[in-house]
């Protein structure tokens, strides 16, 4: 998933990836709102007995909901100057997402790793697709959304076999369970995500395509780590969900002492991937190094926040952990903005770059704060979990920037 993305940097203008990296953000805000949560409750109902919400409910809501958005992208692409507009692009992106986010989940919640990770990577290794076509000369910008239309399409015609094999009749009740579970789940997915994909929005929205450019290849190149959180999640999957919760309190702390281990071996050899990540990451890294190093050490937050997420959806106690979160976010986001129309002002791309970078950084700090802060309140306490990866995290950050400026 992770070197989908930066091939892809390398084959295409920055501006045209910088288009993509915001569609995708946009995406997944949109998966989760409009997916009402639904991917993110197949653990609930297929792991933890006590849940009555239906699995063939789930999987109708989610068919009808991606053949709606498919409908409107179709619409948006015959009456669309260009077939790449974002009224194209981003409910097309967005019906992707959904429908893959649903089957990755029902793969771990299986157990099947190796199928999880590789459907996790479709939809970029789809756009990796459509851009090598391109780069090749078998067609035009249009071809990105033919191939992700194709994949979308496919991954619909997989939900509607797997509803018809196991449908049972309708029940107005049997809506109303899956939505008490998931809807509590979308809106700190929701928060989640805002806090973590914020970065590329806000620049896409104040500031220009090219320092957005800029920001996701780093933050493609750099997020490499958070492959050892996908492999630890992954393989843990079924077991976050079964373990009793004195075990999982002690077990879980190797999630986020094994992303800083990743990072670390990252930075320490960071000079050494250029050939491997591509010509274009090692010219950006060497231009922003210090940048990209913030960046770096944002891995194990991005981690760590997706670990509590988790857990939020485990104890049922996603719907009272958002209004904290949501509380923190009304008041940081907008800073964020104002900092970054801020620091545009002067054209300085490495400026402004290392100023959002900053900021972004207490902004994720302060996030995932704010959830320690509303778990503990609600009776939780996984004091060992959240210092190993605040330990991790400050542990990295003090090490690259000593290292830099001595």
Partial sequence: MFFSQIIL??????????????????????????????????????????????????????????????????IAALSSDTITSFFVLIPLATAAL???????????????????VSLEA??????????ALIVWGVGHQSILVAVLAIYAALLLLWTIRAYY??????????????????????????????????????LGTFSNLEVLGLYAILFRATAVPL?????????LFPKLFSWDEAILKQRA??????????????????DQFGAVLGDRFAEVFVQHRVTALLILSQTVLWSA??????????????????????AFLLISLPILAFVTVRSN???????????????????????????????????????????????GYAALLVLFLFREFT
């Fill in 227 to 235: 492959v050892g959180h996908q492999l630890l999640i992954i393989g």
């Fill in 98 to 116: 959904l429908l893959q986010g649903l089957w990755a989940t029902v793969l771990k919640a299986k157990g099947k790793s190796t199928m999880a």
């Fill in 165 to 202: 094999d196991i449908r049972m009749p309708f029940d107005l009740a049997d809506l109303r369970e899956n939505l008490r579970v998931s809807l509590p789940l979308m809106v700190i997915g929701l928060l989640s995500v805002l806090a973590v994909y914020s970065s590329r929005i806000i």
């Fill in 305 to 326: 926040i997706a670990l509590n997420d988790l857990l939020n959806s485990r104890l049922q106690i996603a719907g009272r952990v958002a209004w904290y979160a949501a």
């Fill in 9 to 74: 940097a390398n084959l295409v203008s920055v501006e045209l990836y910088g288009r993509l990296e915001l569609t995708q953000s946009v995406a997944v805000l949109c998966a989760l709102i409009i997916g009402l949560g639904l991917p993110a409750s197949v653990p609930l109902v297929l792991l933890r007995d006590e849940v009555k919400a239906r699995w063939d409910t789930g999987l109708l809501l989610t068919g009808v909901i991606a053949v709606l958005l498919l409908f409107v992208s179709a």
């Fill in 345 to 391: 002002t002067d054209g300085n791309v490495g400026s402004t770059l290392m100023t959002f970078a900053v900021w972004h950084s207490a902004l994720m700090l302060g996030f995932y704060l704010t959830q320690c802060i509303a778990i503990w309140r609600n009776g939780h306490r996984y004091t060992l979990l959240w210092l190993s990866a605040l330990g």
């Fill in 253 to 270: 702390v190797v999630i986020p002492l094994g992303v800083t281990v990743f990072a670390l071996a990252f930075w320490l050899l960071v």
């Fill in 122 to 131: 479709g939809f970029w290794v789809t756009i990796l697709l459509g851009g």
